[in-house]
């Protein structure tokens, strides 16, 4: 009987683990989009781990790549940005909110892009002061 091979670098979990941050999913985001527990998704990235095979292709499909690329039977396609980002996703949930949560979450992105602005500014002024003093 052959021996199997016992390697962490084509175990599943640590696989698993860098396909999620390649896709920009930390473990809870990925666990909610599973429907399981963070320390479920936490368990399945151990390097002797593997999580049920009907969850193999919901997981495939939530990082964006193919199960052959999940079972290490591929080497994952590099390319731009496998999947959406957290910025994307949070968007994303954003649009499903009613009109009035939409206009308070704009109205604090907006203080925040205005007073990074404005530190921006200040900045740059007391700089140019400096030089010009010099």
Do not use: C, W
Not at 49 to 55: E, F, G
């Amino acid at each position: 009987m052959p021996k199997q091979r016992n390697d962490s670098a084509g175990a599943f979990g640590p696989r698993l683990a860098t396909l999620r941050k390649e896709a920009g999913y930390t473990q809870v985001e990925l666990a909610q989009a599973l429907g399981i527990s963070q320390r479920m998704v936490a368990y399945y990235e151990a390097p002797d781990a593997m999580p049920p095979t009907q969850l193999l292709p919901q997981i495939a499909t939530v990082l964006n790549v193919s199960a052959d690329v999940l079972l290490g039977l591929h080497d994952t396609p590099r390319r731009a940005k496998v999947g959406t980002s957290r910025l994307e996703r949070r968007l994303q949930q954003l649009e499903k909110l009613d009109a009035g949560e939409k206009r308070q979450v704009l109205q604090l992105i907006d203080a925040f892009i205005e007073r990074g602005q404005l530190k921006k500014k200040v900045k740059d002024t007391s700089t140019l002061r400096r030089t010009a003093q010099a």
